[in-house]
């Protein structure tokens, strides 16, 4: 078909972009290395992502590659359906149960954080459904909260402008506030515990901007599903393998999920790869009798390289004894955006729970022309990559990052407000 496309405009249409703006301004990545990436015209930028919060173990890593292409040359992948398996995924689902705070672990893998939440909600209602209890069905989970983009991550996320436009979303799923226990029990208790199947919980809020747990709040929330026998959900997928000191930070907080979902860390982003870490009590319906299929599954799934990667990321993880990174350098990241507060742009700065932080803008100043864009782009001129979130402005670099280039990272960031305000 003839073009309609000017010239030198982008063919791809990025993720949650204005494309009006990006379709002649892309900023193309070529190569990584540690916490460092560069752009196609050689120019060097510091990480304070890990890219899309995965890039737990740093960029350009030999290793990973190299076991990569040995599992392509012996299989590059095979369907896992019915009773097909590859030794990857066998080895894989045996560490990670191993590894994860889930009694009698079983491993469903996806090829993203967003196929797993969307697995983790069927699994809840089907499970119940095999248990003769085809009620309960509804989902809860809380405001600010991000569970992927998919059909039920979309529904019982809590961040309004990806819930808007989309027209009708899946009944039986609602939101409460995410630091209220007594707005969950209240949810629990209109719609009737009969009728909950699951809730879902990020143990930090990632992509709703930073919001760290209140005080016994998680604990409270694992007390409360077994009192009324819901299911807890708890979302890993940012801050599992190693982003909060931890394999999976519900240790942190002594949690025994049901389900835990996790992807991004798992392979530190060289391949896609996610999944549901079922309990044995979840896994029982499906697992202990013959004739009871759960008719669930993507192509990918277990895909023998993904796995590969997986493994090699995790022997990484281990070697360098970054694991507990997270937890190490925590307090070195808050301390870099906490002084920011200071600044007349800034209203607040959240952090000091793993590696991970934000900065959240004064709404007056945004209504008076300081965007979140600007200052994001403002960093990146400096040479340091930061994430627009909403109202703010978030860290979370790679485990390999030191407490220098943290210290980079934050007066980066105050020069790039300095300068948006004064513009403004």
């Known amino acids: 078909m003839e073009s309609t496309a000017a010239a030198g405009e982008t063919r791809l249409w990025h993720p949650f972009a204005d494309m009006a703006r990006v379709r002649h301004d ?3 990545l070529t190569r990584g290395e540690g916490v460092w990436v560069f752009d196609a015209a050689g ?4 990480d304070g992502t890990a890219s899309l919060w995965y890039a737990n173990v740093g960029h350009g890593r030999r290793e990973i590659a190299d076991a990569v292409h040995a599992q392509m040359l012996a299989l590059e992948s095979y369907s896992a359906f019915g009773d097909f398996a590859n030794e990857p995924a066998l080895a894989l689902a045996a560490r990670l149960t191993a590894l994860a705070p889930v009694p009698d672990g079983r491993v469903f893998l996806t090829t993203g954080g967003g196929e797993a939440i969307d697995t ?8 119940w459904s095999a248990l003769a209890q085809p009620d309960r069905v509804h989902l809860i989970g809380r405001s600010a909260g991000y569970h992927g983009t998919n059909g039920y991550g979309t529904s019982i996320g809590g961040i309004e402008a990806n819930r808007a436009g989309w027209g009708p979303l899946l009944p039986g799923t609602s939101t409460v506030a995410h630091d209220s226990l007594p707005a969950l029990e209240q949810e629990l208790l209109r719609v009737g515990p009969q009728r909950v199947a699951a809730v879902f919980v990020e143990p930090v809020m990632a992509a709703g901007g930073v919001h ?4 016994g709040y998680l604990e409270a929330v694992g007390a409360l ?6 299911l807890l959900v708890v979302d890993e997928v940012v801050c599992a393998f190693g982003r909060l000191g931890h394999w999976f930070s519900s240790e942190r907080w002594q949690l025994a999920p049901d389900m835990i979902v996790f992807a991004k860390g798992v392979t ?3 391949l896609p790869l996610g999944g549901v870490i079922a309990s044995g009590r ?3 319906p499906f697992w202990d009798e013959p004739g009871t299929t759960l008719r669930h599954g993507a192509t990918y799934s277990a895909h023998a390289t993904c796995c590969a990667a997986a493994l090699a990321n995790l022997d990484v993880l281990e070697r360098e004894r970054l694991l507990t990174r997270g937890k190490e350098l925590e307090g070195a990241l808050y301390a870099a955006v906490a002084p920011l507060v200071a600044h007349p742009l800034v209203g607040a700065a ?3 729970v793993g590696l991970l932080a934000a900065v959240e803008l004064v709404p007056e100043q945004l209504r008076g022309g300081a965007t979140v864009a600007a200052i994001v782009a403002a960093a990146r001129r400096r040479g340091v990559l930061v994430r627009g979130l909403g109202a703010g402005i978030a860290l979370s670099p790679p485990l390999t990052i030191t407490p220098e280039q943290i210290a980079v990272l934050g007066e980066t960031l105050r020069e790039a407000l300095d300068e948006v305000a004064a513009a403004a």
């Open 26 to 28: 892309e900023l193309v």
């Open 43 to 46: 120019r060097r930028y510091l």
């Open 120 to 127: 983790a909600a069927k699994l809840a209602r089907r499970y």
């Open 212 to 215: 760290l747990p209140v005080e």
């Open 225 to 230: 599903c077994d009192e009324h026998g819901v």
């Open 268 to 270: 530190s982003g060289y």
């Open 282 to 284: 979840v896994a029982a």
């Open 350 to 352: 959240r952090g000091g």
